[in-house]
């Protein structure tokens, strides 16, 4: 099969580390995007992208493109589109549609006259048309419309892919499972140094760094859209998987995920079991404010308290404590700090190796990265 062109969609800030993550899987003409990395390659790379890419939300498949300025071009180019030949009466579908420009405004009303013009060609040619499924549909297709350029793509992922399906339980305000691991990959850990976790939450730096350690495809015990798909080849799927699994190390080093929650306790133990790294963590019920360093060196990721229901002035102590914490009992390590709340950060008392912003569930966020002597 010839290479066909992909689209891998991301959070913002991580397009360099995910564009690496696609070349390391084999992706051609690898080209980054604003929250995307566009790429080429064959069904079993699609299938391995599903299933191994750690920052990728989802990957689409564009196949049509055309020009549309109004409501009814747009339905008449879709219209056109012989979709009996791709999909049946017995499939569902769904579609999401993102817009920009002068043309069209209200994405809503596009996915509307998309799935209208879908209907009525099924409705033309067979007489009945198939069901749609807005929550988990069998085909569901996506349509991007920059000015008067319209794309049509199949999401072969179906729910995003920071949906790895290990958390079922989260606490309030959980990172995402993608960001997670695009920051640890961004801080360059070798897979040696030991990882603390030390406002563990629900576990989720612990987890993805556990999956990161031993070489873990983290798509492995979720289903895809592609699934579902009239040419989908079961064969050269599980060939793919028994590929990834067998590329799986034992993890070379400790990782420690603590939390002052005794229920979140048994969320991060939950949700470890469920990603197969339960054996890999050392949880333990733990204050921040009494933690430490158990190694000679390792690497630090906090997603402390935003501090929406702080004060001002009681958020910038308690991000003054946070930071004095890391000075004292943390040396010789590095620091990864991810929050929303700005006035805060910069209270923390140490100096910044970087800062870039970064999103965490439409929350705009600053990561920062501390060196600790």
Known sequence: MEPYLMT?????????????????LGGLKVEKGKRIVYFEGNDGLMMKANLGLRTALSILIPFAEFQAKNENELYQET???????????????????????????????V????????????????GRRPNVDPKDADYQINVH??????????????????KRGYRLKSNEAPINECLAAGIILKSGWDKKRCIYDPMSGS????????????????????????QNWADFNQELFYQIKDELKA????????IYCSDIEKQNLSIITENAVRAGVIDDLTIEHLDYFKSSKRCD??????????????????????????????????????????????P???????????????????????LQHYKLF
């Open 8 to 24: 891998a969609k991301t959070l913002s800030g991580l397009e360099s580390i995910l564009a690496k993550e696609i070349e390391e």
């Open 79 to 109: 219209l056109d589109i012989p979709w009996e030949d791709i999909f049946s009466l017995r499939n569902t579908f769904s579609i999401q549609s993102v817009v920009g420009g002068e043309y069209f405004n209200h994405s809503k009303y």
């Open 111 to 126: 996915a509307l006259k998309v799935k209208d013009a879908i209907a009525d060609r099924f409705r033309k040619v067979t």
């Open 145 to 162: 419309i920059n000015r008067d350029r319209c794309t049509l793509s199949f999401d072969s992922s179906g729910k995003t892919l920071d």
């Open 203 to 226: 576990g989720t730096f612990g987890i993805e760094a556990a999956l990161i350690g031993r070489n873990m495809a983290p798509g492995m015990k979720r289903r895809f859209s592609f």
């Open 247 to 254: 590329q799986e190390t034992e993890l070379q080093t400790e």
């Open 297 to 342: 060196s390792g690497v630090a990721f906090l997603n402390p308290p935003y501090g929406e229901r702080m004060n001002l002035d009681h958020s910038k102590e308690t991000y003054k404590a946070i930071g004095d914490q890391l000075k004292q009992h943390y040396t010789n390590c590095d620091a990864w700090v991810i929050s929303s709340n700005m």
């Open 344 to 366: 805060a950060m910069k209270a923390f008392g140490l100096k910044a190796e970087s800062k870039e912003m970064v999103f965490n569930g439409g929350l705009e966020c600053r």
